[in-house]
């Protein structure tokens, strides 16, 4: 047997994709790497690629019910032959056969257990090898529907699998009244981490309000919360943008979780706190460098798929796109923005649709998009100022320069792409439907001048 060939046994029968830090340990190993040096030619800590290992060696064992390690792995491969009904599978590429009736409809987070889950190395490995690091504070951002909530429930269910406590905190949640209070605010997250944590809210036997809510909250988390829970402990913090509106919370908030990561340099009981921030949007709330937590820390971008990614995804629905022309006509209209390439694929699935007739009416009200495209739409018009800055971006034909604050609400809803200091439509069928829906009505005069048209974009 061939290293290709057990890489390609394994993803058949795990019904799932390799790491990249397997693959990394697989190839390596069969060339006689050790840990440290696969460490030092990537971004795994030594001791994370070595529990990945073991872990790796077991699953191989029990699949081939042969007793595999690091040391004695290609001298076993190589002495067995692929079982005939392996052959088959592997030829066949049996990775995911497509069942219509468990098809699940692309709707929220995808489920830990998906066959729908497509990494996008090396985000999801870097993710996990920076929450094993003591005192950490790991930045995710990306837009709307870019699947940042499926990588936060991975990482957490990373963390479980490590032994540590966590905590998952969606600002989504929050409501409106208590993100206009710093005091309520603070004791309603100290509140939540705790339950969260299974401890018993003990807030009044700490809270001071002579010395302030933020010192309170820091006491409260140093002198009770770190002390009772032993493990490490991840706080993930879940479309934490919402609050950038709120300046009074924001503007304290952010600042204290600074602190934290800064105390954890110096008091051991913080080390324990890994902090995960995700966000859809750039802070547009006046900080200073050194108060904003949005430039510490390991800062992790989500991409688009690539091609060879959504022909992966295409594959495990059961289609065959291996030549790649279906992917690129489909990518042509929604690029690689995952939530739509997924909806498109269901509904190939689904409705036995060609990828000419499901394009052709994508950005119309009898399209398989116009829940989201009607969402969008009713977000910029409840803001008219916003509206007039995205009608510029539809008029123009290359990426223009508007104010901060409208161009970081209009990435974080997805419709845009920052270029620098300027931004650009994310994809054709946004630029279609809102051609139709917004520029029939344009108004004949923008609240802020638009650029000279005979200029070359740099």
């Known amino acids: 047997m061939t290293l290709d060939e057990l890489m390609s046994l394994l993803r058949v029968m795990q019904q799932r994709n390799l790491t990249p830090a397997q693959?990394?340990?697989?190839?390596?190993?069969?060339?006689?790497?050790?840990?440290?040096?696969?460490?030092?030619?990537?971004?795994?800590?030594?001791?994370?690629?070595?529990?990945?290992?073991?872990?790796?060696?077991?699953?191989?064992?029990?699949?081939?019910?042969?007793?595999?390690?690091?040391?004695?792995?290609?001298?076993?491969?190589?002495?067995?032959?692929?079982?005939?009904?392996?052959?088959?599978?592997?030829?066949?590429?049996?990775?995911?056969?497509?069942?219509?009736?468990?098809?699940?409809?692309?709707?929220?987070?995808?489920?830990?257990?998906?066959?729908?889950?497509?990494?996008?190395?090396?985000?999801?490995?870097?993710?996990?090898?920076?929450?094993?690091?003591?005192?950490?504070?790991?930045?995710?951002?990306?837009?709307?529907?870019?699947?940042?909530?499926?990588?936060?429930?991975?990482?957490?269910?990373?963390?479980?699998?490590?032994?540590?406590?966590?905590?998952?905190?969606?600002?989504?949640?929050?409501?409106?009244?208590?993100?206009?209070?710093?005091?309520?605010?603070?004791?309603?997250?100290?509140?939540?981490?705790?339950?969260?944590?299974?401890?018993?809210?003990?807030?009044?036997?700490?809270?001071?309000?002579?010395?302030?809510?933020?010192?309170?909250?820091?006491?409260?988390?140093?002198?009770?919360?770190?002390?009772?829970?032993?493990?490490?402990?991840?706080?993930?913090?879940?479309?934490?943008?919402?609050?950038?509106?709120?300046?009074?919370?924001?503007?304290?908030?952010?600042?204290?979780?600074?602190?934290?990561?800064?105390?954890?340099?110096?008091?051991?009981?913080?080390?324990?706190?890994?902090?995960?921030?995700v966000y859809s949007t750039e802070v547009y709330v006046d900080l200073q460098l050194h108060q904003s937590p949005f430039n510490i820390g390991m800062p992790l971008k989500l991409p688009e798929f690539t091609r060879s990614q959504v022909q992966e995804l295409a594959r495990r629905h059961g289609l065959n796109w291996k030549e790649g022309t279906q992917a690129k006509q489909l990518m042509a209209i929604v690029g690689g923005h995952p939530a739509l390439v997924r909806l498109a694929l269901y509904h190939f699935c689904r409705q036995n649709l060609t990828v000419k007739q499901l394009l052709e009416n994508a950005h119309t009200e009898a399209g398989i998009y116009r829940d989201r495209l009607r969402r969008k739409l009713a977000i910029l018009q409840r803001n008219r100022e916003l509206t007039a800055a995205f009608q510029q971006l539809l008029t123009a034909d290359r990426p223009l320069k508007l104010p901060s604050i409208f161009a970081y609400e209009l990435e974080s809803l997805g419709l845009v792409k920052l270029e620098g200091e300027r931004v650009r439509i994310s994809c054709e069928l946004y630029r279609r439907y809102f051609q139709q829906q917004l520029l029939v009505k344009a108004p004949s005069s923008s609240p802020y001048p638009r650029e000279p048209t005979d200029r070359q974009s740099p």
């Open 23 to 277: 693959e990394r340990i697989l190839r390596q190993g069969w060339e006689g790497k050790t840990y440290t040096h696969m460490a030092q030619s990537s971004e795994y800590e030594c001791d994370y690629l070595k529990t990945t290992g073991a872990r790796l060696w077991q699953s191989i064992s029990e699949l081939l019910e042969v007793q595999i390690s690091k040391d004695n792995f290609r001298s076993q491969i190589e002495k067995l032959e692929l079982k005939p009904h392996w052959k088959v599978l592997i030829e066949r590429e049996m990775f995911y056969p497509p069942d219509l009736k468990s098809l699940e409809y692309p709707s929220g987070p995808v489920p830990l257990n998906s066959p729908f889950y497509i990494n996008r190395p090396p985000i999801e490995e870097l993710a996990y090898a920076e929450i094993a690091k003591p005192g950490c504070i790991l930045r995710i951002k990306a837009p709307r529907e870019m699947g940042k909530t499926s990588l936060i429930n991975r990482i957490v269910d990373r963390g479980a699998q490590l032994g540590y406590a966590t905590i998952n905190v969606d600002f989504q949640q929050v409501e409106r009244s208590i993100l206009t209070d710093l005091d309520k605010f603070l004791r309603w997250f100290s509140k939540l981490v705790s339950k969260g944590l299974n401890l018993t809210p003990q807030l009044d036997e700490y809270w001071d309000e002579d010395i302030g809510s933020k010192l309170s909250c820091t006491i409260y988390f140093e002198a009770y919360v770190l002390q009772r829970i032993k493990t490490p402990v991840i706080l993930a913090f879940n479309e934490i943008n919402r609050i950038f509106k709120y300046a009074e919370v924001a503007g304290e908030f952010l600042p204290l979780l600074r602190s934290w990561y800064e105390r954890s340099q110096q008091v051991k009981c913080w080390q324990n706190l890994r902090l995960v921030v």
